[in-house]
């Protein structure tokens, strides 16, 4: 009912910056939540950040001050600025959504997740 596509992922430099974003299309009546997680290898897989259909932002420390979110309403669509990116961030990174379906309710999607390499 609702699909995912991130796009954005690739090979950055210690110290640089990448952007991606997710679009979410479908049978969306309404939309909680945007948000990122990441899933580093060895690791579980974390939030990065997240916005509330209202605006409102959380980040966890380890990437405050680094990354941004922000969110088209009318496209569905969130992005992640990540800047002075450190090779710790080398994840793959998901996409997820916190919607309002129509007959459904209340439900959230994953995306496929897209890798981020940051070499040192």
């Known amino acids: 009912q609702v699909q995912l596509v991130e796009s954005g992922g690739g090979l950055v430099h210690d110290g640089g910056f990448r952007r991606v974003s997710c679009a979410a299309s479908?049978?969306?009546?309404?939309?909680?939540?945007m948000g990122w997680y990441r899933q580093a290898r060895g690791k579980q897989r974390e939030l990065v950040a997240v916005?509330?259909?209202?605006?409102?932002?959380n980040y966890p420390d380890s990437v405050k001050g680094r990354f941004t979110i922000s969110r088209d309403n009318t496209k569905n669509t969130v992005f992640l600025q990540m800047n002075s990116l450190k090779p710790e961030d080398t994840a793959v990174y998901y996409c997820?959504?916190?919607?309002?379906?129509?007959?459904?309710?209340?439900?959230?999607?994953w995306g496929h997740g897209i890798q981020v390499i940051v070499s040192s």
């Open positions: 997820h959504v916190d919607v309002q379906v129509p007959e459904l309710g209340r439900l959230e999607y």
């Open positions: 479908g049978s969306i009546f309404s939309i909680y939540s």
């Open positions: 916005i509330t259909s209202g605006g409102d932002t």
